[in-house]
């Protein structure tokens, strides 16, 4: 009989909690314990947050956004800060604190839910000797080696709900309503969800944008007829001409932008430039809450229980990824090496600009950027 | 054979277009024609803005957000700012023509759906002659007359809908949540959505607040064991000791309360204070949008059949209210003198503090205040 | 510190863990304590079937539907069916040995939430001394003396996003789309989903119908150039010439009435008739489970704090009971006499007359009935 | 510029419109005018039926269910039956006609969305030298050569959806609950809501069921504390041991099963045989309604993008397809050869079996029949 520990780090996916159900139940199908530590490395720390995990005690959780074990961000265990009495900082390694747990309580394995973060420090514990299984979790999408990341349809589900909300009302009041959404390093939420919501805008980081672009589309859509606009904003996105807005170089952009974000700025540049009623939003967490959708259950649930057979074949130090379609495990190092960002030259894009969506680059077409 | 023209105006409301819906059937019922202005007295002054609707031209309508006629603000009829040839702005009162062409196209009466502002025109115009019904809307739930208007549990779901995604990341991020709501002058929908959404802590207008109070609920939680919690705020709530924060007062004040909002107000005051994890959202225009709940379509289309029932018995400058659950007509004088509070002894209320519930108010309960 | 115990009983309603969320609440709140019996009466049987419940055992239960109590039927207590070893089937009358657990335990006060079978039986112990509470619960707001129940808009609400559903497969293929939903003794789901849905013909047991009408509609709709008609049927709709096809008089009502139900039957009848293309579908239990809506969150959380205050006042053998958008206490006794009623001329019923829905009478008009 | 023609055949399907949509503005982005031919090849018949398509025309159609065109089943072309005067009903060829218009309107290729019915009569006009090409649509994601069809996950969702309702209710009353899903040849749409929605049992047609097996696993979660179960079969599931009960050959088939469908007699049978209280529900055209899914839209747009790419390339008698992720030409002969079958051996099958889904199958396992 094997002992098998689970965790989950790092920031909040739609999906979490069905992982934990398949794994759950894909050993008690072979007869292994299941024990879930909290908070991430909680559990190796203080056994009172080293939890039992039987079928009984995930009952139903496959629906549940939110992990039950917990994901509270205590900082990386190879160089934890930590307040000493006199109440200075410090930064420790505890990790051979941990791998001793890990050995003194027999664990046969460490299932890891997490992103590159999370992914790098399970990396380092396999180095150290730790049986280590990846399960990769970004809402971003944006993780190399696997086609798709649990909790990314539910976050653009959410996004394309709220674009639907928004669209009868800019329509009534001939608005332009500009929504950021997530996606700091790659526009994939932005894309996927400004595509199924009508959107006319889409700014994504992997394509600098000119304010000029933006504006004539909007126009455009007046000479057609057409008295709204739908602008979606990746977090991440960026200006064109090289002015990071990020760092706040003007008057206005400072207040607008390092406060309120680049959704605020492209909404107030719009105002200003075409004189429409603009208003802007921002999404934010509720794109990690709620019940994952369908294929995010589905999706995860086959995460989960691939990283148990991986279990059983003896392949660690790996991921669980999905290559053309299928499980198959990849070594962590490679899928944390890089970024995966939105291919320009897809159908995705193609299908995007064929239904007369912008972004934002000047030269016309951004392929020929 | 009467021929009716219908309007709406101001901001957006899920269950306008059902409005239109019944007031097109029941007048085609009644062998009426309908016509509809577009941008609220748009159709008045230019032909092409008066259309003909017919149960084929709002086919299926009754289940859309938004509203058919559009709802552009133009400003007030009887003193609307516009610009001669020199670009200066003049104010004028086109209200003389609007009735002139009211008379011109043969109307009977107009049923001018609207929120306070709208209404209190609409009456004006009912002084100079003109016989007008009333439909009011207002997504607060605030007007003095009516028990409920229609959009109120649309925009209510929305944000219990936002609370319930936002839950179990709270939870599993041991995080605080703050959520700005609709509710300028009343906490309907912030009392509502809160109660239904499982909220911590409710700041509403009604009870002006204190942080002090704030925190202490949020730290009795962390006693009891909970880690997170959920507050929801209303737009326009106020702090308790008289420092209206809407002016901007103090060096925070200023940035975080005139650019942020009271919700960004609440969440920086509750990091610093608590040290928790304190993330803020606003739910803005969402709250708008959307098809209506079940419920706002049945309200809405009663509202636009009484309408037409009071054409029908000759009750004008009068408006449709929903009082002890029956379509009544009521002055619109009566019904825009004042905005409709939350009710502090209500069963809502007791509803709210016996599930612990928190309001903000210092003195322990803010029924002693 | 007073002893209360909670029970559900009879069939499911999206609400009841919003109740018990709110006994437990409020009682928790005055230093009271809660213990919830299973399945109704069996925790005054079997001491493992009655649970103490605190804050923290109904965490986040006001949002799901279902009963964490249970609601599996065992029966009256006052005539109890049992089977003796020689397997044969007795009546035995239980309470009083429910009656010396009740006060063995030293409960003060039963809080019963259920139908009208659980609170005649709640009266019943009430005759004999117990100090016994009412908590509405019937998803076919048929119950008198209250305005409301809850899990009745939850189920209105999931029979009107199916008529959503069939709308666009309906228009797209000039289909009727027959619906039967719930109500056994009344309309109040069909008519209010009915008319919410965008429902052609809506058929309710105070209506007796006539299949003639019924293809009238449809017919006349063809003649509109509406290809397509949307039909929503009571489940204890009946035919209009007393032709009572509930019992199978005729060849053709037995097969299709008895194994199918009133909406298949109609849809033959339809096909048969009118030659359209003619599908059914039966809603059923789907209409009992679920999130209840934001309103009967609301409306069940103030049902559970009122019973609660009504211990407090000791008032007992009482039912919570909204009259007048207010929690009541009323006479259980009074509550069970009758149920209530569509009301034929209410502002509803002319709504949906004057949106052109026909219900199936022949004269023209139900109200010349 | 090219003139394009598009029609819509077959069942329902959320998507349809979304093709649409991205047709018509690729089109327009080309300079083509595109014409939409109702009721399959309606407009080749009665030019009335044919209608000119624009950016407006299509206006936030890709979030809608159904087909603009309509879908109204008129027969195969090639070998319509006709009544002539004497009321005789003839099968006549109309192919030539249909040739004949398709130039003198001078169309350039026919885009014609459909299931493998309308794909094939697309390809016999391909044959007769009409420029065709497919866009497959079938919501059981049965067509070989598209790893996807779009409308899938909506109708997946929905019956999931439906499964979570579901749930709650089986909980609260110690209920099997049998839900029947599409699929008369496969079970796609089974497997998948089955393993999101928490399924105890799923019964598809690719593996014939064994009643004995069905109750032991209800009769396994009583053993385990768990007092419901949940079942979702596929309307083609068949039994195992080749009692054929869809010709009612057995006293009990015959009434229940050609009557009241699969599913009613797998519920009939649990009641018989584990005495538990058992219900049934048929979910049909539920399945085929509703606005499209995130998912399914960005699937239809790029299906419609894609097609009008082929268009410009000149790859004609080939349907789009997703394959490996990306959208590529097949020719329609092989798309519509055979029906795709759930692969056995797949990760999915795997995943369901790994957390405890029983497929009914008597030898144990399914894998080794």
Same mark, same amino acid.
């Given at each position: =009989? ?7 780090? @790092? #920031? &909040?996916?739609?999906?979490?909690? *069905?992982?934990? /159900? %398949? ?81 003194? =309580? ?7 839910? @997490? #992103? &590159?973060?999370?992914?790098?420090? *399970?990396?380092? /514990? %396999? ?92 126009? &455009? ?149």
């Amino acid at each position: =009989m094997k002992k098998i520990v689970i965790s989950t780090g @790092g #920031g &909040d996916a739609p999906g979490l909690n *069905a992982v934990i /159900f %398949a794994v759950v139940h894909a050993c008690y199908k072979r007869g292994w314990e299941v024990y879930g530590s909290r908070d991430g490395y909680g559990g190796f720390l203080d056994l009172d947050d080293m939890v039992r995990l039987t079928p009984k005690d995930v009952a139903e959780i496959y629906s549940q956004g939110g992990t039950i074990l917990g994901s509270t961000n205590k900082g990386n265990p190879f160089s934890l800060p930590v307040e000493n009495l006199a109440g200075e900082i410090q930064v420790v390694d505890i990790s051979d604190k941990i791998m001793r747990n890990f050995s003194r =309580m027999g664990f046969h394995c460490h299932i890891a839910i @997490g #992103g &590159d973060g999370s992914l790098e420090i *399970a990396h380092r /514990f %396999a180095e150290k000797g730790m049986q280590v299984i990846g399960v990769p979790k970004t809402i971003d999408n944006d993780l190399e080696e696997t086609e798709r990341t649990f909790g990314f349809d539910t976050a653009v589900s959410t996004a394309t709900e709220a674009l639907d909300k928004l669209h009868s009302t800019a329509k009534s009041h001939n608005r332009v309503m500009v929504v950021e959404v997530m996606g700091r390093d790659s526009g994939w939420i932005a894309l996927y969800s400004g595509i199924s919501g009508g959107a006319d805008v889409i700014l994504i980081p992997e394509i600098p944008f000119d304010m000029d672009e933006v504006c004539a589309k909007i126009n &455009d859509n007046e000479l057609h007829g057409k008295h709204y606009s739908i602008v979606v904003v990746a977090e991440g996105a960026v200006t064109q001409d090289g002015a990071a807005f990020n760092k706040g170089t003007g008057e206005l952009g400072r207040q607008e932008v390092v406060l309120g974000g680049v959704g605020e700025y492209v909404a107030s540049e719009i105002r200003k430039r075409t004189d429409k009623d603009t208003r802007s939003l921002v999404l934010g967490h509720l794109q990690r809450g709620g019940s994952p959708t369908t294929f995010d259950r589905l999706l995860a649930l086959r995460f989960g229980a691939a990283a148990v057979r991986m279990v059983e074949e003896g392949i660690f130090d790996h991921m669980v990824a999905l290559v053309n379609s299928k499980m198959v495990p990849v070594p962590i190092t490679s899928a944390i090496r890089n970024r995966k960002k939105v291919s320009l030259d897809s159908d995705k894009m193609q299908t995007a600009e064929d239904i007369g969506i912008c972004f934002g680059h000047s030269s016309g077409s951004w392929r020929f950027s």
